[in-house]
């Protein structure tokens, strides 16, 4: 044991602020009533759908102990519930009122059902029927698809995608377009590859791991332990964020006897930066790292190119401006240039705290200009991590659920889409469809006639509900493949639900792809089953069958075997058939042969523009934070870590002191005509910036606000805050 690390003395951190994870336990143990043996088989048999970490059972391939994340735990019920009473949807009008929550806790959607346009409610109805009439209304119509990354599995979305391009559209996207897309633009134009660099092993006795805009604490549960035997190892932890996330600064790991008792000091190095102000800090550690000669030049001059114009770039900036955009001093630069310069071995991680920005694809420019200056690529405890917050988002991506890629990653050109034509069969669109954001615009604008959202809501995902709503009513047809209910399903207009499987369910088990590469095999579980539900793999794939070419698959082997056709590197998925079967592409590095995956195979700095951000006085940058949830399943009203209820309105005491603020004032806050009511918090953030809970804030954030490549959509507004 290290006293040095403990978070406190007092024996499981009794009477501090903190998650009661062994009460998490306990309310997961009720949560499953009548379904417990088969709730224990998922945990023990099945490849966590969760966050993106990957864990095998209980276990996984960093470190030979037992996980159980609460976000799991919280996703059990999803997998075990029994069917809802479908007559309950008979009358719809008493379900528009309930919150997302409750309409989940109704039970699985078990039947096809139809609502038509001015019915009181849905019928059920066969599978037939219900995709006869998908197959009229989608045939010569203007079309989107759309799917969630909500334990969808590798073999799902690759069969989507190429069902929708089968019908003759590129028009087909998914959640990581509202993550982490910013990362897929910058690493594919800098590094050639849109993935982690390194490993989870990476994290463990590296000199430095920085994170920058993620929260693992709140997002990756399992990462904590990771950060507990790095700690152990003698690693440095730094933390570049608006918020000093509690979790963050100490966290019990309760499956460790050390953690769990006296809690782990996790942060060593907090450095503050204004909502939108990382390039203008990070671009002041690059100034720092140059001016005190700490660049790996051996690696810059071997591995990279444009060096020389950033170096120009960065000095040109004065540092005046640097601490004005950032809201931080020199001497913290200073101080995070020095960990960095000192560092031997570094991983820097990022999340949607860099990506979702007007400028996000710079934001994570600006991070690998970082890791190219110190040679932090391609070797051992050394990496770029984007770590996902969800199981299936890498595998989303890579498998061409995208609007603007194809399988394996490959940008939508008349060559690539000629390969696939020769690979499928059919012809292929030669031209980019139309994005998640893009699909709501055009269907605002009368511009889409049908929609096809697999899981997801748009009502809560995405800014400003009331412009989602209207678009979704505009539609003629709109298809929901879910689980379970879900509020825009209840949206006026035709709508027809078909009841989706869960990843457990599915005969020939299926695959995820982790944060770290790895493509690990989750077999079929054993227990009840839900109803007429269909994997979704064969919903598409049956849906595009009576519209053009014949292209059913007889089961996920069969798509795992085309996978390893069309995705050169996913070799070796057709062979995982057991569980815990896994490959990692790529290695445990990417680039370890010293080549980068770009055309000349050098790694390309970035020179960047500040972001010209006015904060006016009297107004606040307000981005939108994460609490007890997964993605936009809210699970408590209160978040554990920081005592924080739904509508917190966090602020520092320096802004509440001098706004004369109490904790639970109630405030308005104001954003061009947009209105958020909430009670304020007091926290430890940079004085200037505020942070209220997602999905809840989304109703102050301009819609038409998106970065200029990845098309992600900008989850953070300037407002004025209004004492009630």
Known sequence: MNPRNWASWRPFGIGLRKPNNYLELWKAFKSVKGNRRYAWRILNQGTCDGCALGTHGMRDWTMDEIHLCNIRLRLLPLNTMPALDHRKLGDVSGLKGMKSAELRELGRLPYPM????????????SWDEALRIAAESLEGARSGTYLTSRGVPNENYYAAQKAVRAMGSNNV??????????????????IGAAATTCSYTDWI?????????????????????????????????????????????????????????????????????????????????????????????????????????????????????????????????????????????????????????????????????LALARGFVGRDRCGLMPIRGHSGVQGGAEMGAYATGLPGGLPITPENAARFTGLWGFEVPTTPGLTATEMIDAAHSGDLDVLISSGGNFLEVLPDPDHCREALSRLRLRIHIDIVLSSQMLVDGDVLVLPAQTRYEMVGGITQTSTERRIIFSPEVEGP????????????????????????????????????????????ISELTGFGDNVQYGGRHLFSDGRFQTADGLAAFSVLELPHLERPDGSFMVATRRGKQFNSMVHERRDGFNGAMREAVLMSDYDADRLGLADG????????????????????????????????????LDEARRSPDAKIPDYNALVTVHKL
């Open 114 to 125: 139809l609502r038509r346009k001015g019915d009181q409610g849905f019928t059920r109805i």
């Open 173 to 190: 996207d998914n959640a990581a377009r509202i993550c982490h897309s910013p990362s897929t633009v910058a690493l594919k134009q800098t």
């Open 205 to 369: 006795g590296s000199d430095l791991i920085v994170f920058i805009g993620s929260n693992p604490a709140n997002n990756q549960p399992v990462a904590m332990k990771y950060l507990y035997h790095a700690k152990k190892a003698g690693t440095r932890i730094a933390m570049v964020n608006t918020y000093r996330e509690p979790g963050m600064d100490r966290y019990w790991v309760p499956s460790n006897a050390e953690s769990a008792l006296f809690g782990t000091k996790m942060t060593d190095e907090f450095f503050g930066v204004n909502v939108g102000g990382d390039i203008g800090f990070l671009t002041g550690v690059l100034k720092h790292l140059i001016e005190n000669d700490w660049v790996d030049k051996e690696f810059v001059e071997s591995r990279t190119k444009g060096f020389e114009q950033v170096r120009q770039a960065v000095t040109d900036q004065p540092w005046e401006r640097l601490e004005a955009i950032s809201g931080a001093s020199r001497d913290d630069m200073l101080r995070l240039a020095r960990l960095l310069g000192e560092a031997k071995s570094a991983v820097l991680v990022w999340s949607m705290g860099i990506t979702q920005h007007t400028y996000g694809e710079d934001n994570v420019r600006s991070i690998v200009n």
């Open 529 to 572: 089953r839900v109803g007429e539900a269909w994997p979704e793999w064969k919903i598409f794939t049956e849906l595009a069958s009576r519209i053009g070419p014949d292209i059913r698959f007889t089961g996920t082997p069969q798509i795992r075997a085309e996978i390893e056709r069309a995705v050169p590197f996913y070799a070796g």
């Open 665 to 700: 004032t109630a405030v308005e806050l104001r954003a061009d005509g947009r209105s958020y009511l909430g009670r304020v918090l007091r926290a430890p953030l940079v004085p200037g910036n505020l942070q209220i809970h997602w999905p809840e804030g989304n109703v102050l």
